[in-house]
């Protein structure tokens, strides 16, 4: 093993969203590394669900939008958070990415923002468009295209492309946001959803309307082409040029056979290089319907004088027909499934299990596991692999990859130390895994599980954007916001027992799948 080779930061990379901003899901941090127990006692009162109700307005407009407004006067500031229920598993393939490539569409303005002249550019899109289906055509001609004729089509399409600029003002819808205040101004997508975020001084609540309005009622798809290729060089850099990125996709195609979680959110290369901004305006009016977008405000307002503001503009999006849901059920798995790449790099461990949907009556037990056994330096695998036998950098376990709102899977990770193989991190792994199904957890570790679900819930409704944050994913995921307070209820439930069968009934040969990391060098050299 080469001993200068960075160790990735799997924790972090396991997690749901496509390497945008790390966002929290309903765990509210689960995976934190630390937390002081304290701390349970700090804020009391934002446990207090009846206290919560009191301050929060659920309002929906007629076109279906749902909004959740938190009034929280501490600071002189409102956060937005904008999810929409759709991300890779809604798509299907030919357009895998689009979730995506969407979420940086939405960034480049409307037919107000971002343009000089938006007539003049109008004409000069519909000419891109033309261009680059002509360009297309040649390219998948049947028997392979014309070599001199496809040079020249793509020296057209470009010729427009370069021609729309003229009329393009960059990066104007973030500017706006910058000049008036604005901090924070990002997006994420996953397997699950795409999600929108920024916050602004209190008294630019409208404009905020304005903006997060237009940008869905009316996006202009400008430079969707040059932006396609900047996806493109973020699937180079960040999947085809990363041996975790790379371990972690060959994951998925093997983990499930049928259902869409087995898609790449940045997509596959073939699919980035193929579909047109004619597909991305098709899938924003498929899934960028109100009925399927939750937004919650959070901050230094009044929800009488903030649901006017609203209907104004948020009322103007039409009420479209709600999306299909996905169909594909991922079929029982049968046997073992294995994945090894041969690799330069830092050896890698991955073993996962299937399990049940968050919705499941059963998802806290799954919580618990992961926390019990990768929640700070107490937990099992730190205390065994890393600090006790020294055979691992990093160990842990993740329970919902790459996403929660399916059946998904449990993770559980390490990466070897030098001098030492995949197999020896697979053994102790598994000996910590066969602890949970053989002995009951002792009375201390379990009640270190609930005491961490209740300040993990705490620190999560310390900011407005973490409430904004939480609000909006619980409603949609279960339909109701206030899973958020129910999900530590839940956890405070599970009991020894229950870890024990869960364990015994998930963590099983033919319900599992293997991928690693091999390094040839650095095995040949340990042997």
Not at 423 to 444: H, M
């Amino acid at each position: 093993m080469r001993q200068n080779v960075s160790v990735p930061n799997l924790s972090g990379l396991i997690g749901p969203i496509v390497r945008e901003p790390v966002v929290r899901d309903r765990r509210l941090s689960m995976l934190a590394l630390a937390v002081f127990i304290g701390s349970c006692g700090l804020r009391a009162a934002a446990q207090d669900l009846a206290s919560f109700e009191k301050r929060l307005t659920d309002y929906r407009l007629p076109n279906g939008l749902t909004f959740l407004i938190y009034e929280r006067a501490e600071a002189p500031v409102v956060s937005f958070f904008t999810y929409v229920d759709v991300g890779a598993a809604q798509e299907v393939p030919g357009i895998t990415g689009l979730a995506h490539m969407f979420e940086h569409m939405a960034f480049k303005g409307t037919s107000r923002i971002g343009t000089a002249n938006y007539s003049k550019e109008k004409a000069v899109l519909d000419k891109i468009d033309r261009a680059y289906h002509a360009y297309d055509q040649e390219r998948h001609k049947t028997g392979g295209p014309d070599a001199e004729k496809l040079k020249a089509l793509e020296k057209a399409w470009k010729a427009a492309q370069e021609e729309a600029d003229q009329y393009i003002v960059k990066n104007e819808f973030g500017e706006i946001i910058d000049r008036e205040g604005g901090v924070g101004l990002n997006a994420g997508t996953s397997s699950d959803s795409t999600v929108y975020f920024y916050s602004l001084p209190a008294n630019k609540v409208e404009l905020w309307a304005y903006l997060e309005s237009e940008r869905f009622l009316d996006p202009v798809f400008r430079e969707f082409y040059k932006e396609r290729d900047v996806v493109m060089e973020e699937r180079r850099l960040r999947t085809d040029s990363q041996p975790i990125g790379r371990l972690l996709e060959q994951f998925s195609a093997v983990a499930f056979t049928a259902h869409p979680y087995k898609q790449p959110v940045v997509g596959y290369m073939s699919d980035l290089l193929s579909f047109s901004r004619e597909d991305a305006e098709q899938f924003h009016k498929t899934y960028y319907v109100p009925s399927n977008i939750v937004i919650a405000i959070v901050g230094d307002i009044k929800a009488k004088d903030t649901i006017p503001v609203l209907k104004r503009y948020f009322g103007r999006i039409a009420t479209g027909p709600p999306p299909a849901p996905v169909r594909t059920v991922e079929p029982t798995q049968i046997a073992e499934r294995e994945v090894r790449i041969p690799d330069k790099s830092q050896p890698i461990y991955i073993e996962g299990y299937h399990k049940p949907a968050a919705t499941d009556p059963e998802e806290a037990i799954y919580d618990a596991i992961s926390d019990l056994l990768s929640s700070g330096r107490t937990a099992r695998l730190y205390r065994s692999l890393v600090r006790d036998k020294k055979i691992a950098v990093q160990a842990g376990a993740f329970p919902g990859f790459p996403g929660t709102k399916y059946p998904n899977e449990m993770i559980f990770f390490a990466v070897p130390t030098p001098g030492h193989a995949n197999e020896e991190v697979q053994k102790a792994l598994r000996e910590e895994i066969d602890k949970l199904k053989q002995d009951l957890v002792a009375d201390d570790e379990l009640k270190m599980v609930k005491t961490r679900a209740k300040a993990n819930l705490i620190r999560g409704l310390a900011s407005n954007s973490g409430i904004a944050d939480a609000l909006a994913r619980n409603q949609t995921l279960y339909g109701d916001w206030r899973e958020s307070f129910r999900s530590v209820e839940k956890i405070d439930k599970v009991t020894k027992e229950d870890i024990r069968r869960i364990a015994k009934r998930t963590f099983i040969p033919t319900n599992r799948t293997v991928a690693m990391i091999v390094n040839e060098n650095a095995a040949a050299t340990s042997n």
